[in-house]
């Protein structure tokens, strides 16, 4: 009898306050509690996927969640199983307290609850227990408040946002996110029963712990359900053999950077919704941890994606793990961070180039030694190519050529290009030199992501953006779209790194000075996309070049994206395409206006064949001859090195191929001239 007196107690109780004719007066003079549930700060996706959520202050997993969220078959099992009179009570079910009481009376023991969901929402509200009576009223009569001020829809949200299921995890998004990894509206008949049993005794049905207890648990619900009519025996007899879940899985935690970003730039809300896309973010995360893997436990990755045709950030890398104990300092968002661009400032300077006039991309220019002042550019091997079209200096990345544009150009004007396209450039001293051209300024990578997105988009700067329902609203043309659709045309003709796909991706590394930051960034008809690699602390790292480094990175990720590129757009009408002997005269060869070579161009000249000579091969090669110069000389055919070190001025060349051949004599000194033939 001792056991039953409790249940006796609040039927007798809850009776005497029915009868009397102030019954509606304690309920409404009724103080609820706070209805408000702090719930975690989420982070979505474009298509609203879960991308990191924010524990509440007391350290608790809760998401928030309504009915229309929710798979229609967990509330139907969870009425079934908890309350299947729910719509029909006001709050306290007077037929299940009465039946309740008359068992424990009848068997000495209790064996069957009355507790309805409105007094479960009530005891979670109040955080009170379940045993004594006095609670037991208190939440009766809370439960009849909570009715007449709610609807029987708030009243379920209330419940599928604080149900507990163990630890710190309270209220079902919470949990199917923790135990079954997917959102709760579509779920499994058998992941629906686990759902509806585990806050009943949320910490010894943990299916991790505790499976048979679960199991059993679970089991109970579905034959419930059935008898119900709410699941069939086929639902049932699938959800028996449905394996339960063996760990409980960690909480999203994709984009970090951006998503602290997110929540800085709007502290109050409770929902960030970005332009990522969570699918190719986690594939890019994960790149980001195998690449950083097999490079040294210092250096550091970031990655940036954009759809240049909206503006919209698709994936956001900011390091290979977010963590401030690991020594490649992964808390630091280095899509962000301002450093050397190296040589992918390059392509800029030769569009702007071509809309001044200074060049075509068949305009000649000399690679040889140059000086500004006491500014001597060297390229990155210290060697000389001679002359060369503007196209090929910069598919090989030539540094002489860059400047030499650069000082034409005036690099306050390169500056301001930067900021047409939307970048806030960071001079380390405070005036711009030659040396920008090189990498002497400091940009972020999701900046140059941005500059490359305008030069994809024809030459139109586009800010970019990574909250969802902004619009971009920059206007400005940084080149013109002729020029534009040459770089494109030049970039996807860099022979990509070993071993990737030739798909004609335009692209374009670097590697700043030091070797401090490896770059690529490239782009095809729909997608911009750009990776760094180096160490967040600024440190040296010895032998690493952008094209080994980074390169094969950025060939990943377009593979990440998608299976095939989009195709580069066909050329404007205004585009002039024409071979350098169809030029304007002033375009054929770029001279500088203020460059000091050592000596002039004529200081070497090949003599013999003439330029556009016709040849027969009869099997002894063709004999060249040079005059003036500096020995040792260095002759290329196509290209290629076919004689070194050479003290006279007359070689026989073993040349056996047929057709069009460029003959280039280099002297020790960096002066070059050239012919091109027609072997037969």
Not at 415 to 438: H, I, N, W
Request: hydrophobic share 40%; with cysteine; proline share 6%.
């Amino acid at each position: 009898m001792r056991r039953t007196w409790p249940f006796l107690c609040v039927a007798l109780l809850f009776a005497a306050a029915a009868a009397r004719d102030g019954v509606d007066q304690w309920v409404d003079q009724t103080e609820l509690p706070s209805l408000i549930a702090d719930t975690s700060v989420e982070v979505r996706d474009r298509h609203g996927s879960l991308l990191r959520a924010y524990t509440v202050e007391d350290g608790l997993w809760r998401l928030g969640a309504t009915v229309d969220q929710v798979d229609p078959r967990f509330v139907d099992v969870l009425l079934a199983y908890e309350d299947k009179r729910f719509f029909q009570h006001s709050g306290v079910d007077a037929r299940a307290l009465m039946r309740a009481g008359m068992q424990a009376m009848w068997r000495g023991e209790v064996v069957s609850g009355a507790s309805t969901l409105t007094m479960q929402v009530a005891r979670l509200l109040e955080n009170s227990g379940t045993g004594a009576w006095r609670g037991k009223l208190r939440q009766m009569r809370l439960a009849l408040a909570l009715e007449r001020r709610l609807s029987k829809q708030d009243i379920l949200d209330l419940y599928l946002v604080h149900a507990p299921y163990g630890g710190n995890i309270e209220g079902l998004r919470a949990a199917s996110i923790a135990w079954f990894d997917k959102e709760p509206n579509r779920l499994t008949p058998a992941q629906i029963a686990l759902l509806v049993a585990l806050p009943q005794s949320p910490n010894t049905r943990r299916p991790d712990r505790f499976a048979r207890a679960a199991s059993e648990a679970r089991e109970r619900v579905l034959q419930r359900a059935l008898a119900e009519g709410v699941l069939t025996e086929g639902d049932v007899e699938a959800a028996l053999s449905e394996p339960l879940p063996a760990k409980k899985r960690v909480f999203p935690s994709l984009s970090p950077h951006l998503a602290d970003r997110a929540l800085a730039a709007r502290p109050d809300a409770r929902k960030h919704d970005l332009t990522l896309d969570a699918g190719l973010q986690k594939r890019l995360e994960r790149l980001a941890r195998q690449t950083v893997g097999s490079l040294g436990n210092k250096l550091s990755i970031a990655m940036v994606v954009a759809d240049h045709s909206t503006g919209e950030i698709l994936a956001s890398v900011g390091s290979a793990q977010f963590s401030g104990a690991d020594q490649r300092q992964g808390f630091v968002d280095m899509t962000r961070a301002k450093r050397s661009p190296g040589s992918t400032l390059k392509p800029l300077i030769y569009g702007l180039s071509f809309d001044q006039g200074l060049a075509h991309p068949e305009t000649m220019i000399r690679d040889a030694p140059v000086r500004f002042g006491t500014y001597a550019p060297q390229n990155f091997d210290g060697e000389f190519r001679g002359d060369v079209r503007v196209s090929e200096a910069l598919s090989q990345s030539l540094n002489i050529p860059v400047v030499m544009l650069t000082e034409a150009l005036g690099p306050a004007n390169l500056m301001a290009a930067l900021r047409r396209a939307g970048l806030e450039p960071k001079l380390p001293g405070g005036k711009a030199g030659l040396a920008v051209a090189l990498g002497g300024v400091g940009v972020s990578l999701e900046e140059l992501v941005q500059l490359y997105a305008g030069l994809a988009r024809g030459g139109d700067a586009v800010d970019l953006r990574w909250l969802s329902g902004e619009e971009y609203a920059r206007n400005q043309s940084v080149i013109s779209r002729s020029a534009a659709w040459h770089l494109g045309h030049i970039l996807s003709n860099i022979a990509p790194p070993p071993g990737a796909p030739r798909n004609r991706l335009a692209y374009k590394t670097g590697t700043s000075y030091g070797h401090r930051d490896t770059w690529a960034i490239g782009f095809d008809g729909r997608h911009a996309a750009g990776v760094w690699i180096g160490r967040p602390d600024g440190t040296p790292v010895p032998g690493a070049f952008g094209a080994d480094v980074a390169a094969p990175v950025l060939f990943d990720m377009f593979q990440h994206i998608k299976p095939e590129l989009d195709p580069l757009g066909t050329p404007p009408p205004e585009t002039i395409l024409s071979a350098n002997a169809q030029l304007p005269e002033p375009l054929r060869e770029f001279r500088s206006r203020s460059a000091v070579f050592e000596a002039p161009k004529d200081g070497l000249t090949l003599v013999f064949p003439p330029d556009g000579a016709r040849l027969v091969d009869g099997g002894d090669g063709v004999t060249i001859k040079f005059k003036h110069g500096a020995t040792p000389f260095t002759v290329l055919a196509n290209g290629l090195p076919v004689a070194t070190g050479v003290r006279r001025r007359e070689v026989a060349l073993p040349l056996v191929d047929v057709g069009a051949s460029t003959l280039t004599v280099i002297d020790a000194e960096g002066r070059s001239d050239r012919v091109t033939i027609w072997l037969e």
